[in-house]
């Protein structure tokens, strides 16, 4: 189940990297044909600060989309930094989500929920084949190397 579910939430996560990158780029582009400023800030600023903080949040959602694309690929649980990547993904869409039922509306509350969703469960997820658990090792002796044992 786990593969299946990584594959879905990674292909959400990169259209809605190129869909936030794109709806940036626009706003950068309206920001920029005004000729008004805000407090006295330039409008290339404002412009330049949209365009910028699109790249950066679609590379992030990109970086996100791959990891759990790799989940899917390897179909085991993501390592260290994957794990981090989609915590941190998981938070952000839940922040938005709740941002988002006030100022959209429940349809982008339910898409951003739904997404969450798909991160948690690719992370919780249990792979397809459950693997028995490893023979824990013998300790070693702490001189490092294996001695005879005691004749008698």
């Known amino acids: 189940m786990r593969r299946t579910v990584a594959a879905v ?5 990169l259209v809605e990297a190129v ?3 794109v709806v940036h780029f626009v706003l950068g582009s309206v920001v920029d044909r005004q000729e008004m400023s805000l407090a006295g800030l330039d409008s290339g600023v404002m412009s330049g600060s949209t365009r910028a903080a699109g790249v950066g949040i679609g590379l992030y959602l990109l970086c996100c989309g791959a990891a759990s694309l790799l989940v899917a690929v390897r179909d085991r649980a993501p390592g260290r930094a994957g794990r981090i990547l989609l915590v941190s993904c998981a938070v952000l869409h839940a ?3 709740t941002v988002a039922v006030g100022l959209v509306g429940w349809a982008a509350f339910a898409g951003l929920m739904a997404v969450f969703g798909l991160i948690l469960l690719t992370l919780t ?4 084949a459950v693997r028995e658990p490893r023979e824990p090792r013998e300790p070693r002796e702490p001189g490092g190397g294996a001695e005879p044992a005691p004749a008698g």
Do not use: N, R
Request: hydrophobic share 55%.
């Open 95 to 97: 922040v938005l989500a």
């Open 9 to 13: 939430a990674g292909a959400a996560l």
């Open 19 to 21: 869909g936030l990158t």
């Open 125 to 128: 997820g249990e792979g397809d």
